[in-house]
């Protein structure tokens, strides 16, 4: 696969960390901060990704995969990672699907959306939302995590299970983006 960004469908916001570092020759390394496909851990250990991931950064990697609700939903939404447009899922029992920058066999959504949502079984609840444009500038092919953060909304990157103003606002900004 080649690079891929992935956004939520809810949210609009990455369901993983991957970005561009610009390196001193110029050219562009990805950063993805695990061993997912095409990545390199140590590589990454070695380099510091524009902006500092912690604990409340987490929730962004969690994502489930929601089908288009067409018919029968024999099984439960699939929970896992995505990495260049494939949502891996943590059940090995599971076949992986692709979810390219959102939507393609299932819609992606991050797990902490999707609860949100009250969980829905597929995506045609949510099939109206329309990805919100204020972040759209950002979403380029790769999220531009450090142009974000710097532009003072790195509040919206924070967990919103978190129980701390950024959290709450975070969570808030997903409630009316799904009422
Ligand atoms: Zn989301």
Redesign the pocket.
Known sequence: MGIMPTY??????P?NFDHYLPQDDGTLYIWRGDEGEGGDEDEDKAREPAIAFGSQHAWLRRAVGLDFGDGPAVEPPMEGEVHSGYLEPDDEQREGQYVMDGAFDVAA??R??WVLAGHPDSFKPLEHLQLPEAEEPYRGQLFEFAAFVADGHGWMLVDPDEDSPDGRHSRQR?IALLS
Do not use: D, K, R, S
């Not at 939520?8 to 916001?13: A, E």
């Open positions: 939520c469908q809810i949210c609009g916001l369901v959504v991050h902490a959306c997903i």
